[in-house]
């Protein structure tokens, strides 16, 4: 498995505002993913991070809202702009497993974003 | 629309029983299916994935996937009060390194 840190742990903002959320991991992966967790929800994917590439967004999502940057093989963020009310979610990064079966997923901790 | 069922529970189970969670999906052209642990409060945990139709073990789990009628399984056996958490089944349906369709989760509780 992968080694996955995010930052920042958990954060409350004011709705307007924008918050930038880093994960890193400690081996180089192609393939890293955001997904959104709403308050007693399940997973849903956000977007797909291909580094060299522009990231790929599931419907319903849009870069102006969740910019993604993908500047290396070990890290990417996810902002989360103009926020309200609704963005209150935990926010999870995911990567494919560095070594074996790249179909399978590890989990970050997750960034915990309350939104005023 | 691509979507993962799950009953959400909770399922209670006695202590060193079995534990069974099932899990349908809608894309029959799915080919990777994962089960996560997800403790309360804490991020998604892989248990364990399957690809091909059939049974797959590891210790206590015991996964089982049935691509004709579209149902993947987990298997807990001996259940410990340990495992009491939501599980959630996930299912890639592009193949190869792709995102996941994930089910709401089943609530389980192991009463000692």
């Known amino acids: 498995s992968a080694v996955i840190s995010q930052k920042p742990s958990r954060d409350i903002c004011q709705r307007g505002t924008s918050l930038t959320i880093q994960c890193q991991v400690d081996?180089?992966?192609?393939?890293m993913f955001w997904y959104r967790q709403q308050p007693g929800q399940s997973l849903t994917l956000i977007a797909t991070?291909?580094?060299?590439?522009?990231?790929?967004?599931e419907s319903g999502f849009v870069i102006d809202k969740f910019p993604i940057s993908r500047p290396n093989l070990t890290f990417s963020t996810l902002t989360v702009s103009n926020m309200s009310p609704e963005d209150s979610s935990i926010y999870l990064c995911?990567?494919?497993?560095?070594?074996?079966?790249?179909?399978?997923?590890?989990f970050g901790p997750g960034t915990r974003l309350l939104v005023l | 629309q691509k979507e993962v069922e799950q009953n959400s529970g909770p399922l209670s189970v006695p202590e060193g029983a079995i534990a069974s969670l099932n899990c349908t999906y809608s894309?029959?052209?799915?080919?990777?299916f994962f089960w996560y642990r997800q403790y309360s409060g804490k991020s998604p945990e892989l248990i364990m994935s399957i690809y091909s139709n059939g049974d797959k073990e590891d210790g206590r789990f015991t996964a089982q996937l049935n691509k004709a009628s579209q149902y993947v399984s987990l298997l807990i056996r001996d259940s410990q009060p340990s495992d009491s958490a939501t599980y959630l089944c996930?299912?890639?349906?592009?193949?190869?390194?792709?995102?996941?369709?994930f089910g709401k989760g089943t609530h389980l509780i192991i009463q000692p």
């Open positions: 081996s180089q992966v192609t393939m």
């Open positions: 996930a299912v890639n349906s592009g193949g190869g390194a792709d995102g996941l369709t």
């Open positions: 991070a291909n580094q060299g590439s522009e990231a790929t967004y």
């Open positions: 995911s990567v494919e497993s560095p070594t074996g079966d790249p179909e399978t997923q590890y």
């Open positions: 894309d029959r052209g799915s080919q990777s």
